[in-house]
C-alpha cells in the first residue's frame, strides 16, 4: 500500500513504516537478532527510493528513521536522569531516566547537507515525532503526556526555505549474499523465537477483531 501511495501521489499526511520482525510471514525486513541487518537495509532503501521515485511526494517529505534500542553499542555518555515523567503515577518507577541514546536520521530536502540536529527546545526523544506531528497538523492542540509536551520538536531541522537539497537519486539496497540467504533458510526451518510467537499472536487478535 505504501508504494502506491506515494506513486499516486495519495500518501498520507502520516504514515508509520513498520518492519517484518518475524519469517514465517514473509522475508523479514527488520535489523533485529536473528535477522541478517541485510533485510533491515534493503527495507530502508526501498521506503528511500520509492519517496525520491515521485518528486511531489518527495518535495513534501520528512522522512525519519529511528530505533527502539541501541543495538548493544557501548556508548560513553550515561544515560540522563532527568527525563519529564509521562503522568503522575504511583508505580515504583519513576520514569525519570531517558534510556539509552538510539540512532536516528532526519532526510529532507528542505535540510540543508551535513546537518548535525541537537533539538533546541529540550530533550530530543521519541515523543519528539508525536509533538512535531501534532505542531504541524493539529496545531494548539494539547499534548497526550507531560512528556511530549516537554521533548523538542524536530521542526527546527526543516531549515531551507525551498526543497532545493536533492538527494541521490537512487539509494542501492544492500546486495544480499549466499550466506544471508542460507541463513533465511535455517530460520525458516527453527521454530519461532518468542518474538515471532508474540507477535503472531497479536495478529491474530487483530484479525479476529475485524
Not at 499526511?13 to 537495509?41: K, M, V, W
Request: net charge negative; charged share 15%.
Amino acid at each position: 500500500m505504501f508504494g502506491a501511495d506515494v506513486k499516486s501521489g495519495a500518501l498520507p499526511q502520516y504514515s508509520f513504516i513498520e518492519p517484518r520482525f518475524t519469517h514465517f510471514l514473509g522475508a523479514p525486513s527488520d535489523n533485529h537478532p536473528p535477522h541478517d541487518d541485510t533485510y533491515g537495509e534493503i527495507l530502508l532503501a526501498d521506503v528511500y527510493n520509492t519517496l525520491i521515485g515521485n518528486p511531489q511526494v518527495w518535495q513534501q517529505t520528512l522522512l525519519i528513521v529511528t530505533y527502539d534500542e541501541h543495538g548493544g553499542c557501548f556508548d560513553h555518555q550515561p544515560p540522563p536522569y532527568n527525563a519529564t515523567p509521562p503522568d503522575a503515577n504511583t508505580a515504583s518507577f519513576d520514569f525519570k531516566s531517558i534510556g539509552p541514546r538510539v540512532p536516528a536520521l532526519l532526510i529532507s530536502p528542505y535540510i540543508p547537507a551535513g546537518t548535525i540536529f541537537r533539538g533546541a527546545e529540550g530533550t530530543i526523544d521519541h515523543t519528539s515525532v508525536i509533538k512535531t506531528v501534532r505542531n504541524r497538523f493539529c496545531p494548539g492542540a494539547a499534548s497526550i503526556t507531560a512528556r511530549d509536551a516537554a521533548a523538542s520538536s524536530l521542526e527546527g531541522v526543516l531549515q531551507l526555505p525551498n526543497p532545493v537539497n536533492n538527494p541521490p537519486a537512487v539509494a542501492p539496497p544492500a546486495p544480499t549474499s549466499q550466506a544471508t540467504l542460507e541463513h533465511l533458510t535455517q530460520l525458516r526451518a527453527a521454530p519461532p523465537t518468542q518474538l515471532a510467537q508474540d507477535l503472531l499472536h497479536l495478529r491474530d487478535v487483530l484479525l479476529s477483531q475485524k
